[in-house]
């Protein structure tokens, strides 16, 4: 073989052939291919002639087709099958050589592969690659982690495939070891608040406002002229304005209303959770969709009472705008929680991620890539160490002619029953973080007596318990 390949990937699903694709169409690239399954690599190479791929029938022949250090990139479902492929060839690559796992791998996994992988001197990258396969193919938000030596030599080839917003390629060094997927993981967590904040809003303007899907459909098409501008308000208005083939009806309602998950957002309440990151709007977009998963329990419910106020619309354009207002106040309390947590992962293993450069490489490509997310580069370029976005000049205005909409429609769907989980939790959020004493004192006092876990003072230094079964006097513990 005369020439060999500068990368490689390994696992050709819709995924993984898109990425080569991708790969192989710029310039100064040569890509290797290799899956399991023989006929995926045939029927690749058949379908694109023009890629000229380097396709192997083996591992062994991959491997041999990669020019030294050699460079391949992992495609394949997360799991027992990833460490399979990690396992063959770290069995052939030699040192300096580099893997990487683009697959939605949990970051805790990918921090044990790191420390396998480079014990061996090879070095392991897991990169959150975000996109779905459009973005594979023409350009994804990439999240790479790994050791910064591996990041010069993956960097340039990466930044040719990544998405590109304003003139930037969509891809930035993360963080050592499972950096990487931890943001990607994050940033999936804030996708499942996104969409669940978009369904809400949808929801209030159908049922309270009377509207549509067709004219709703309209109302987000305005709305990504602004402020909301999204990826994902924009295709909101593409699936309201379709309409079933076999009924004429709008597809949305032909669709079962059970919200299907595979798991990022889990992991990501999860994660957070054990860190101490509230990210309240994620969590309850995540049991939406369990709830809705719930379709037999729903069908089989009784006659439930409810709420026998009506909410009337009377200026509906009025309504539309206090629904916007508050579904950008709601999506700016999603990032926050999410970026939030990224600092405190990045704490608790000893990241060193830039906040603005997350905001930035999400600009293009990924599925949360917004308008906003310039304002978020803008936040913590001006302040790296900002303890809230929420606290940005810029995001406190935002705030400020949001929310009297935005309390306005939370409280009329309390008072007329229209399920609003995310919008609420948003809002409740955002006021236990600007109240000046929460009620957690009150837990604290109970905690300390029914198991003397002890609590702090406002007044003084230590920790303190009540002996409350005598004569109710206070010890210092420490």
């Known amino acids: ?126 990169a959150g690659i975000s996109g779905g396969e459009e973005g594979a193919l023409k350009g994804p938000s990439i999240m790479p982690g790994g050791t910064k030596a591996a990041y010069a030599s993956l960097g340039p080839i990466l930044e040719t495939i990544a998405a590109v917003a304003e003139g930037e390629p969509c891809v930035t060094h993360i963080g050592s070891d499972g950096a990487g997927h931890f943001v990607k993981m994050i940033h999936n967590g804030i996708e499942y608040a996104d969409m669940q904040l ?80 509230p990210v309240s709007g994620i969590a309850e977009a995540v049991f939406a969709r369990s709830l809705s998963a719930q379709h037999a329990q729903r069908a089989g419910k009784p006659e439930l009472p409810a709420a026998n106020q009506v909410w009337a619309v009377e200026d509906k354009p009025a309504f539309v705008e206090a629904v916007r207002r508050a579904l950008y106040a709601s999506k700016i309390i999603a990032y926050a929680q999410g970026f939030d947590a990224i600092r405190a992962g990045a704490k608790e293993f000893n990241w060193e991620i830039n906040l603005g450069e997350v905001a930035k490489i999400w600009r293009g490509g990924c599925i949360i890539r917004a308008q906003f997310l310039n304002r978020i580069t803008d936040a913590y370029r001006k302040d790296e160490k900002l303890l809230s976005l929420l606290f940005d000049d810029y995001f406190v205005a935002a705030i400020a002619g949001t929310i009297a909409s935005w309390r306005e429609i939370v409280a009329m769907a309390a008072l007329t029953g229209v399920p609003s989980p995310a919008f609420a939790s948003s809002l409740s959020y955002y006021d236990g973080l600007r109240a000046k004493r929460l009620p957690a004192a009150l837990v604290q006092g109970q905690r300390d007596f029914f198991g003397a876990h002890t609590y702090k003072r406002i007044d003084a230094e230590g920790s303190y318990h009540t002996l409350w079964s005598g004569d109710r006097s206070e010890i210092k513990t420490d």
């Open 1 to 126: 073989m005369t020439e060999k390949a500068n990368i490689g990937v390994v696992g050709l699903a819709v995924m993984g052939s898109n990425l080569a694709r991708n790969l192989a169409s710029r310039e100064g690239n040569r890509v290797a291919i290799y899956n399991r399954s023989v006929e995926k690599t045939n029927q690749l190479t058949a379908d694109h002639p023009e890629a000229n791929f380097i396709a192997s029938e083996s591992i062994d022949d991959f491997v041999a087709s990669l020019s030294k250090p050699r460079t391949a990139i992992i495609m394949v479902q997360a799991g027992t099958g990833t460490d399979a492929v990690i396992s063959q060839l770290t069995e052939r690559f030699e040192k300096g050589d580099i893997i990487v796992d683009g697959g939605n791998a949990l970051y805790t996994d990918t921090i044990r592969r790191e420390k396998e992988v480079s014990a061996k001197g090879i070095h392991f990258v897991g």
């Open 198 to 277: 978009i369904a809400e809003a949808y929801d209030m303007l159908r049922q309270a406002g009377g509207f549509s899907p067709d004219e709703i459909a309209d109302i987000f098409s305005e709305w990504n002229k602004g402020e909301l501008e999204s990826y994902l308000i924009e295709i909101t208005a593409e699936v309201l304005r379709q309409k079933d083939s076999k009924t004429g009806e709008p597809l949305v309602d032909v669709i079962l209303d059970a919200a299907g998950s595979k798991g990022t957002g889990v992991w990501t309440v999860q994660t957070a959770l054990d860190l101490g990151a």
